[in-house]
């Protein structure tokens, strides 16, 4: 929901950013915001920190950073606390999931070695290929969501952060099917004191930063907060929550393609899509039930962006397979190919083939900060409920259940950036033009 005549809150005090998960996302994101710090590096691939947004006419010339545009929190103002099931502090992560050079580690390695893991919330049903010591014990979900509350206000007292964003940057878990319990907020706190098993783990940690007023995006395709009951308590409790699954190799690539062959009016017989990757993530899909997870994630693009119900000539019968492979040699750097058959003029058949060679954390890392900082700038804008702005981030993204999905990218971006100049009451853009030629 947006608030008429938004006023924006001031970023002032720090930003504590929440993580659920200190892998190789977590520790690229955080390792690559102490560089940008230090002057290490730049932040490449973030929106709002290397973006603009056009103001007016053409002819007005205004074109400002986004971050100049909107007052975004200052990268110097992050501070962060993660959860995991290992107890490796966040230098140790970071060189385990060897994203990062070592050289690079080694001279961040006193703020990493400073962040250390809280015990996590979890439950290996959920995730069946990951078993960790480092673990919340209590008899119930509900405890267990206490206890996550209390590590969050430890946190913000210890180190005197204003405001927080949490981000699931965890593994994928099993399919769960919307169930009664997910219907309403009375019945999903019924479930945390029952120990309903369509509870997951990640929904513990939303019910936790929902009740403290904290924005929350889900990173990876869980259910999670897109369920009733968790748009009831964001409503409540006015808090922005925005997901599903960050939106950075092929699916990214998906969602630059199909709008071309949409936009040309070209047909498409099949696209056929397989990954190789060894990292954790790569090692949790491996587990059938995690995969559905994640193959309900990356099949549906295709359908919302081509709209073959809109387009039976050219996109009613395709075929579309998605596989990715556990291949330990490859670790985080990813690669994925594409077989599309299209078809053109008369019918005439063509193809195209991809070969993205990609780093998972890389791409991710960006995705990460700019969640945090547009989060953050919604809940100072009195923005809550589901975030269908940030969609340009997602490969499901949340929206009304009357409402279909936006997954061609373009529009996705242009959604977001006219969201910010409702923000600071400037014009929406249509790119219409007549009026230049009037």
Not at 298 to 321: A, G
Request: aromatic residues 10%.
């Amino acid at each position: 929901m947006i608030e008429k005549g938004i006023k924006i809150e001031n970023p002032t005090g720090k930003l504590g950013v929440l993580l659920i998960g200190l892998g190789a996302v977590s520790t690229t994101f955080i390792a690559g915001i102490e560089a940008i710090k230090k002057g290490l590096g730049k932040p490449i691939g973030s929106l709002a920190q290397m973006g603009t947004v056009r103001l007016g006419k053409r002819t007005e010339k205004r074109v400002p950073r986004i971050a100049e545009f909107v007052s975004l929190a200052e990268i110097d103002d992050l501070v962060f606390a993660a959860w995991d099931i290992f107890e490796d502090d966040a230098y140790t992560a970071a060189g385990k999931a060897g994203v990062l050079e070592n050289d690079l580690l080694r001279r961040l390695k006193a703020e990493l070695e400073a962040i250390r893991p809280m015990k996590a919330v979890f439950d290996s049903r959920y995730v069946k290929k990951l078993h960790g010591e480092h673990v919340k014990e209590a008899k119930t979900k509900w405890d267990l969501a206490q206890q996550l509350i209390d590590d969050i206000q430890r946190f913000q007292k210890e180190k005197n952060v204003s405001r927080m964003v949490m981000v699931w940057c965890g593994s994928t878990e099993v399919f769960i099917d919307q169930t009664e319990v997910h219907q309403s907020l009375e019945k999903l706190e019924a479930g945390l004191r029952n120990n309903d098993e369509d509870v997951p783990s990640s929904m513990i940690y939303a019910y936790a930063a929902l009740n403290l007023g904290i924005p929350f995006a889900n990173g990876a395709p869980n259910l999670t907060v897109d369920v009733p009951a968790f748009c009831e308590l964001a409503e409540q409790k006015r808090v922005p929550i925005c997901g599903k699954d960050f939106k950075t190799g092929q699916t990214l690539m998906k969602t630059m393609i199909a709008p071309g062959l949409k936009a040309r009016l070209l047909g498409l017989s099949g696209w056929f899509s397989t990954n190789i990757l060894g990292n954790r993530d790569g090692e949790v899909l491996e587990d059938p039930e995690s995969f559905k997870t994640k193959e309900e994630s990356k099949l549906s693009v295709l359908d919302y962006i081509l709209q073959p119900d809109v387009y039976p000539d050219l996109f009613s019968d395709f075929y579309h397979q998605v596989r990715i492979n556990y291949y330990p040699p490859r670790k985080d750097n990813k690669e994925g190919w594409d077989n599309l058959d299209i078809f053109g003029w008369l019918g005439y058949p063509m193809q195209i083939k991809i070969n993205f060679l990609c780093r998972d954390s890389i791409l991710a890392a960006p995705l990460v900060l700019d969640l945090v900082l547009f989060l953050d700038l919604a809940k100072r804008a009195g923005l809550y409920g589901i975030q269908e702005w940030l969609s340009f981030y997602f490969k499901s993204p949340m929206t009304l259940p009357e409402l279909y999905p936006e997954h061609d990218l373009f529009i996705q971006l242009m959604k977001l950036k006219n969201t910010l100049r409702y923000m600071r009451g400037e014009e929406q853009i249509t790119h219409l033009g007549l009026d230049y030629y009037q």
